[in-house]
């Protein structure tokens, strides 16, 4: 479904990114992990148009996604969750979630995304009128990824999800990606919380200093030598 090839990213005179390579099959959960300043984020902008490759090849279904802006790339598919969430805090719940219909593509199905959404999440529609900015971090970040999942998406980019919560919300995160993956999305996330993320996708990239240094299966990179050094320095 998703597949980087060669890809180098960085802003300006810095790079932040070197020779990525990977890929998302379509039905996966796939998460790249890494330590803070890894180049995680950078990583996901690159994918959904918000930051120029400096070179690389990057491709969604066959379709290249540098010969499209930002807002074409939603309509091929492709949803991304921002860190830290990014709502609009003096909106409503459902004001946040039906501007993630934005798309031409998603519009006409809106009214059924919506209600899919709280299906999925029966507190978004408890709390549809209350704004966004009043609720708990665990409620925006479920606020956050209905709006993605408004766009009808394909592919959902889910960037550091965990990223300023409270232990606690944390596991409540982790079991709403359990939850995403149980209705058959692909996912591909990126996330510091090592060992939370590789209990919820198939396989996982580890990203240190912007190149890619390990990849397998999650359960074998729960005990790879690699994800110790790159987290504790071990």
Do not use: W
């Not at 074409?72 to 609009?88: D, S, T």
């Amino acid at each position: 479904m998703l597949d980087l090839k060669g890809v180098n990213a960085g802003y300006g005179s810095f790079q932040a990114l070197f020779d990525i390579s990977l890929n998302v099959k379509a039905g996966e959960a796939v998460a790249v992990i890494g330590p803070n300043g890894a180049g995680k984020t950078t990583l996901m902008r690159v994918i959904s148009g918000m930051t120029e490759p400096f070179s690389g090849e990057m491709e969604m279904e066959g379709k290249s996604l540098s010969s499209f802006p930002p807002h074409q790339i939603v309509e091929l598919g492709i949803a991304h969750v921002p860190e830290n969430r990014r709502l609009f805090p003096g909106m409503s719940v459902e004001d946040n979630l039906k501007l993630g219909a934005f798309a031409k593509t998603a519009r006409s199905d809106s009214a059924k995304n919506l209600e899919f959404v709280y299906e999925l999440f029966p507190r978004m529609k408890e709390r549809r009128s209350q704004l966004a900015g009043t609720m708990s971090g665990g409620e925006q970040q479920m606020c956050a990824i209905g709006r993605a999942i408004m766009s009808g998406p394909k592919l959902l980019l889910m960037d550091e999800p965990s990223a300023g919560l409270a232990p606690v919300v944390v596991q409540q995160v982790f079991s709403l990606v359990r939850r995403i993956r149980e209705e058959g999305y692909t996912v591909l996330i990126v996330e510091q919380n090592v060992q939370q993320v590789l209990q919820v996708v198939d396989r996982a990239y580890l990203l240190e200093a912007g190149q890619l240094i390990d990849s397998g299966k999650s359960k074998d990179l729960l005990e790879s030598d690699s994800v110790r050094k790159a987290y504790m320095g071990l």
